[in-house]
């Protein structure tokens, strides 16, 4: 997958889940964005910890687990900003960051606030409940 950059990066802040593709952080990485793996960090923590995590940190989640949905819309858990939720069957390990700095370079979506889907047809964003988040 080829990613078409032009122009100037916009720095976000993420923290990739242990089963985002450390190939993945290393290309967002190199794209001038801070990301901090979990697979380092807080390998084996439940989600609820990576959540706090990134909010004391100022991250985004980034990650393959549709957990994440569950405890934030039905249990309400406490979240971070934003939760971006990949959604590949079969992917190369740079993937899911060319899909993420092709979005970003399109700047359609603003990802504070959303729990983002992204698959290979479509992007979607459910605005959090208010007044959760930080």
Avoid: C
């Avoid at 899909?99 to 979607?124: C, D, H, P, Q, W």
Wanted: aromatic fraction near 14%; charge should be positive; glycine fraction near 2%.
């Amino acid at each position: 997958m080829q990613y078409w950059w032009t122009g100037k990066n916009i720095d976000m802040n993420f923290l990739a889940d242990e089963n985002f593709p450390l190939t993945s952080s290393k290309l967002l990485q190199q794209h001038d964005h801070k990301v901090r793996s979990v697979a380092y960090l807080l390998k084996g923590q439940p989600d609820s910890r990576l959540s706090n995590e990134a909010i004391e940190k100022e991250e985004f989640i980034i990650t393959f687990d549709k957990d994440f949905g569950e405890l934030i819309f039905k249990k309400k858990l406490l979240h971070p900003s934003a939760i971006i939720l990949f959604r590949l069957h079969h992917f190369t390990p740079d993937e899911p960051a060319v899909m993420l700095l092709n979005i970003i370079k399109e700047n359609i979506y603003s990802f504070a606030g959303y729990f983002t889907v992204i698959s290979r047809n479509k992007t979607r964003q459910r605005k959090f409940s208010d007044k959760v988040y930080t």
